[in-house]
């Protein structure tokens, strides 16, 4: 193929005839004249825009993070739950990031030991608010004798009286025995709009505030916005 403009002295005069054709043919011009060094330097910068791109969104704050332990969800509703919470928050959506995964197989499978591990990193870590899962996750981190040293939030510490009422009266509150009395730890969230949402189908699904989450304020309004 014949170069683009090759009746000139050199690059620079032919790069100087191409300010105003579109990037096609300036593209197509690198490649002729520069070959495979045009290439690894396109594909450079292209890494180190999206290396960038990716830093700024890791700095910018979570509205809520969490974690499905019971069963597989359907995440990619997690840009829309995100609006809907910045929304009753009063926050900018594009000034916040939402960070819910799921895990892949059920808590009892044979990797339980390793996704507790990894859930328990990043308790410590300041990492995660809340997490999904069935009941044997909350009895086996719930203490009844002990609930200071609990996994999970006492629900009467954190959610506002009102929401705490009507929790208790859909019946989604489930409570511990402990030697205070029943304590409410965790919530069943099957058959809730979040439950439909991310496409759960166990009908195991209960829902524990971490005690240490680092976005308070995230976790009340999606409790207050899926589960009532």
Known sequence: MAKIYDDQKGPKDEWAKLKKEPLKVKLQWLFQYYGLTAAVVLISIGILVSIAVTIIINRMPRVVVGEFFSEPADVSVNESVKEELCAKLGYEPNKYRIDISTMTGAFASEDAPLQTQRLIARVNALDIDFVVANEKLFKDY??????????????????????????DAAGRLVYIETNEGPIPFYIDINGTRFYELYKLTS?????????????LPGVIALIENYFL
Request: aromatic fraction near 12%; proline fraction near 10%; charged fraction near 25%.
């Open 203 to 215: 009908g195991q699904a209960f829902f524990g505030v971490i005690f240490n989450a680092p976005d």
């Open 142 to 167: 719930t203490d009844p004798n002990d609930p200071v040293n609990c996994l999970f939030y006492d629900l009467r510490e954190l959610l506002p009286e009102e929401t705490l009422k009507a929790l």
